[in-house]
C-alpha cells in the first residue's frame, strides 16, 4: 500500500546487497556486547547448565521467527519489512505501530551506543571527554550510510568478519585448554572440564526464577537477526540470497553462542570473583577476557577492548541503517511526513538519515544530564519494542500463510517456504510473549509492588498499544479479510510490478 509513486525516472532503493552481506548483517547485528560481555552475567546468575538451556531455547523461538521472516522477505522483499507485512496482511493500523515500534528501538539504540563507545574509549583515553569520542563515532555511522547502501553493507560485513575471527579463536583456545595443550602456568589450581561445569551447585544454579532471568538477557542478545528482513529491499536477486542467508544465520549464530557458553562453563566456575564483575566499564570481566587471560594472553584486554567497539560501532551501524529505510517506508505509505520518502541520486533516504541522527543524538545528551531520568525511560522503554517487532513478524506470517492458501496459491511457488507452519510462529508467539511479560515478574512478587520498575520495564507494550489503537481510531482501519489482502502484484511466478 505503497502511496507515494516514483516515474521511470525517479531515484530508487539501489539492489546492492549481496548473500554475503546480508549473512552478515544478522549474525553482525545479533553478535555484539550481549555475548562478549553480558554471556558472563548469564553463566554467574544460573550457571553453565541453565546459560546453554536458555539460549537453546531462545534460539529454537529465533528459528522460528527467521523462517517466518525469510518466507516473507523471499516472496515481498522491500524495505520496510515487517511495517509492510504489517499492513497488508493484519491491518494497517498494525503495521504502522510495528513501524514506528521498530524506529524508535533502533533510534535509541544508537544513542545507547553512543554511550557505551565513549566507555570503552576510555580505556584507551582516560583524559579524552566521551562526548568527543560519541560525537566522532555519529559522524562516522552518519557518513557510513550517507553515501550508498553498499557502503553500510561493506562495513556490516568486515565488522563482522573480525567478531567472527573473535569467536572462532576462542573457542579454539577454550579447547585447547579444556584438553591441557594450553593454559597460564603460574594457575596451579587451575583445572578446565566437566569439574568446573558441576562446581558448587552448578550446572543449574537458582532454579527456575534465575532461569527465567538469564532468559530474558539472551533474548535480547539474539536481537537484531530480524535486520535480514529490513535489507530484503536492497539485496540482490533476493529470491535466491535471502533463502540462502536465512539457512546460513541460524545454525552459525547458534553454534557461535552455544559453543561459547560451553567453553565459558567449562572453563569459569559460575562463583568466580571475576565473572561475578559486571557492566561495560570494566573490559577485564568479560569471559573472553578472562578465558584469554588464563591462556597465557597477556594482550587479551586490550584485544577485546578493540572487538568490542567494533561491536558497538557495528551495532550503531545496523541502527542507523534499520531505522532510517524504516522512517523512509513510513513515509512511503502515508505514515510519516514525506519528506522523509525523498531520495538521493544513488537511492539514500538522507532526509530519513538526518533526522535519525538528530534524535539519536539528542536522546545520547539526555544521558550528560545530571538527572538521567529521561535517559533511562528511554533506554527502558525501547528494551521492549526488539520483542514487538518478534511478535508482529510472527502474526504477520501466520496471517501471510492463510491469505496465500486461502486465495489460491501453492506452497511449491514460493522461493522459500517456512517448515512447521502453523506450529513454528504460534510456539515463536508464545515464547515471546512470556519472555516480555516475565521481564520484571520480581516487582510484582515482592510484599509491595514497585510500580517504578513496573513501569520502567513494561512502559514499551502501552506506548505501541497507544500507536495501534491512536491509529485505528483515527483512520477507522479494520482487520484485512483474507481474500482482501494484496498478494497478486508479488506473485512469485509474475515477479515484483515494481522492481
Known amino acids: 500500500m505503497e502511496h507515494l509513486e516514483h516515474d521511470a525516472d525517479a531515484p530508487r532503493l539501489r539492489r546492492s546487497l549481496k548473500a554475503r552481506h546480508l549473512s552478515m548483517i544478522a549474525i553482525g547485528g545479533s553478535i555484539g556486547t550481549g555475548l562478549f560481555l553480558a554471556s558472563g552475567a548469564t553463566v554467574a546468575t544460573a550457571g553453565p547448565g541453565s546459560a546453554l538451556l536458555a539460549y537453546g531455547l531462545v534460539g529454537l523461538m529465533v528459528y522460528f521467527l527467521m523462517t517466518s521472516l525469510g518466507e516473507m522477505a523471499a516472496y515481498m522483499p522491500v524495505s520496510g519489512s515487517f511495517q509492510v507485512y504489517g499492513s497488508r496482511f493484519v491491518d494497517p493500523a498494525f503495521g504502522f505501530a510495528l513501524g514506528w515500534n521498530y524506529w524508535y528501538n533502533w533510534a535509541i539504540t544508537i544513542a545507547v551506543e553512543l554511550a557505551a563507545a565513549a566507555i570503552v574509549m576510555h580505556y584507551w583515553y582516560p583524559a579524552v571527554p566521551g562526548v568527543v569520542w560519541s560525537a566522532a563515532f555519529l559522524l562516522l555511522i552518519l557518513a557510513l550510510n550517507y553515501f550508498s547502501v553498499k557502503g553500510f553493507g561493506e562495513a556490516e560485513y568486515w565488522c563482522s568478519i573480525l567478531k567472527v575471527i573473535t569467536i572462532i579463536a576462542f573457542i579454539v583456545t577454550g579447547v585447547l585448554m579444556i584438553f591441557g595443550i594450553m593454559s597460564e602456568p603460574a594457575a596451579h589450581d587451575f583445572h578446565p572440564g566437566l569439574g568446573v561445569f558441576h562446581t558448587g551447585e552448578a550446572p543449574f544454579v537458582g532454579g527456575l526464577p534465575a532461569f ?15 535486520l535480514i528482513g529490513v535489507a530484503a529491499g536492497e539485496s540482490s536477486n533476493p529470491g535466491e540470497t535471502i533463502p540462502r542467508a536465512v539457512r546460513q544465520i541460524f545454525w552459525r549464530i547458534l553454534m557461535f553462542y552455544a559453543l561459547s557458553i560451553l567453553v565459558i562453563g567449562l572453563i569459569l566456575p559460575y562463583n568466580d570473583p571475576s565473572l561475578l564483575k559486571n557492566g561495560m566499564e570494566d573490559v577485564g ?53 514525506s519528506v522523509f520518502a525523498r531520495l538521493s541520486a544513488n537511492g539514500v533516504p538522507r532526509n530519513a538519515l538526518y533526522a535519525t541522527t ?43 500463510r492463510r491469505a496465500y ?28 510473549m512470556v519472555i516480555m511479560l516475565g521481564q520484571n515478574y520480581a516487582a510484582f512478587t515482592s510484599a509491595k509492588v514497585d510500580w517504578n520498575a513496573v513501569v520502567a520495564t513494561y512502559i514499551g507494550i502501552p506506548l505501541f498499544l497507544l500507536l495501534w489503537l491512536g491509529y485505528k481510531y483515527r483512520h477507522g482501519t479494520r482487520l484485512v479479510p483474507l481474500h482482501a489482502i494484496e498478494l497478486a502484484d508479488y506473485h512469485p511466478r509474475l515477479g515484483r510490478r515494481d522492481a
Not at 377 to 393: D, V, Y
Open 285 to 337: 570481566a568479560s569471559p573472553f577476557t578472562l578465558v584469554f587471560k588464563r591462556a597465557g594472553l597477556a594482550f587479551a584486554a586490550s584485544l577485546m577492548n578493540a572487538v568490542i567497539l567494533s561491536a558497538i560501532l557495528s551495532a550503531g551501524n545496523s541502527g542507523m541503517y534499520a531505522s532510517t529505510r524504516m522512517l523512509y517506508t513510513l513515509a512511503r505509505n502515508g505514515m510519516a511526513p
Open 358 to 400: 538528530v534524535i539519536a543524538g539528542l536522546c545520547f545528551l539526555t544521558s550528560l544530564a545530571n538527572n538521567n531520568a529521561v535517559y533511562l525511560w528511554l533506554l527502558n522503554s525501547s528494551g521492549m519494542t526488539g520483542f514487538i517487532a518478534w511478535l508482529g513478524i510472527a502474526v504477520c506470517h501466520y496471517r501471510f
Open 212 to 226: 527465567i532471568g538469564v532468559a530474558m538477557i539472551v533474548g535480547f542478545s539474539f536481537q537484531g537477526t530480524e
Open 405 to 432: 492458501l486461502h486465495q489460491g496459491y501453492t506452497l511449491d511457488d514460493l522461493h522459500y517456504r517456512a517448515r512447521w507452519f502453523p506450529l513454528g510462529p504460534l510456539l515463536a508467539f508464545a515464547l515471546c
